[in-house]
DNA sequence: CAATATATTCAACGCTTGTTGAATTTACAA
DNA sequence: TTGTAAATTCAACAAGCGTTGAATATATTG
């Protein structure tokens, strides 16, 4: 017989309700389509995670822990690498960035879908004030204090509505709706994250020196 | 005794259900919510509307005309007033952006509610497709032909993802969650439509030029 | 006024929901 | 192997869901 590993389906839980709350959002999951796409009882999900609201918030602290702390790594190195001297602007969001390309970039398909879940609890005003003060308020903090030494004459309201508009793009992005498909005609891809990647960085830099003023 | 207008009922029901769908998406409104929330029996949403999926589609469309075709006038004035000299950048953007800042000083306040929704509905994979495709995706098109005027030399995919990132921009915008107002500790205000509208132009017409180029 | 159409409510249906206590199987330690 | 704890299933609950047909009230028309 099949012997399955500990843990294995706990795992499964967590990966097959990752998937359905990223595409149809916490209310339009029940807890038998989990189990049922997990292939185990509706109880087991219960007995593991308690409530289906606890079960939403494992599914998305499983992940989130990572990308917080992926990104102030990144952060802090290229801080002591430019020593004394203020980093670029370009490195500064590329700490940002970065680590969700390379999630992407690392194959395992549940990292998609937590994008996209990502991206709902960005957008909601009933999940962000739970669940992004938690795990990443404290991150984006810091992020913007980096982003106060290289414009130091800017006003707070310019920096915050500037990280505002680069956390907009990101999430449109994340959700990979399959709009710029549709209005591309085929030659945008949602799924392509580097393509996005790659002109956000230039794209939002600009922004913020128009904004922001000259470094 | 209260002599109630003709259609007063309906369109009760049809501000409820925006405030709600907004608030917490298809799947987390019932309809016996909109119809308490209304004051009126369960039974009477069904007889105006159908379904409960009519419904929702009646309130998105309710306001997606007027808005897809203020955005349409506005960009046509501006290529009669223009010439035949190309309008400048920052004009297009305008077209595209100015509907929703009029709609906001309006003063009605179920079109701050709508802006959620469409938020919502943007960021959707699922009503993406159905709703987006519908309301706004024509005018969009001919957006994109005014930016390819303006820079003729650059590829459709530099274009399309520029569009991309205004299109998150103002989704985040639109949806209100609070977030900024927690990160800048009460120094920006989501409900400041303003604020957010006259720097997001600057922001986006200076990614535009810094990925596809010169005019 | 009477007659008709529209608007609204009432009452109920079959079904699905999240959750739980008890029973059963599996894994692990002694 | 036996005993114990963890994992999993079984069966069922009370509540809430969208929807509907019939009954009633209101408005409109002749």
Known sequence: ????????????????????????????????????????????????????????????????????NTRKELLIANQSEAGDTPQSLEQ?????????????????PGWKNYMALLAYVMTSATWNSVLMKDNFDKFVGEFID???????????????????????ALALTLAQTGRIDRLSGGKCLSSDFDAAYDRMIPFVAAGFRAICGEE
């Open 146 to 168: 980096a982003l106060k030494l290289i414009f130091p004459k800017a006003s707070d309201q310019d920096i915050h509505w500037c990280y505002h508009y680069v956390s907009g």
């Open 92 to 108: 500064v969001i590329e700490a940002f960035l970065l680590p969700l390309k390379l999630a992407q970039e690392s194959g395992d």
């Open 1 to 68: 017989m099949n012997k399955s590993k500990k843990g294995e389906k706990r795992e499964r839980i967590l990966d097959v309700a990752e998937e359905l709350f990223a595409l149809h959002g916490y209310d339009g999951v029940t807890m038998r389509q989990v189990s049922t796409g997990a292939g185990v009882d509706v109880a087991l999900a219960n007995y593991h995670f308690g409530k289906k609201l606890d079960l939403f918030y494992a599914v998305f602290n499983r992940r989130a822990d990572y990308l917080a």
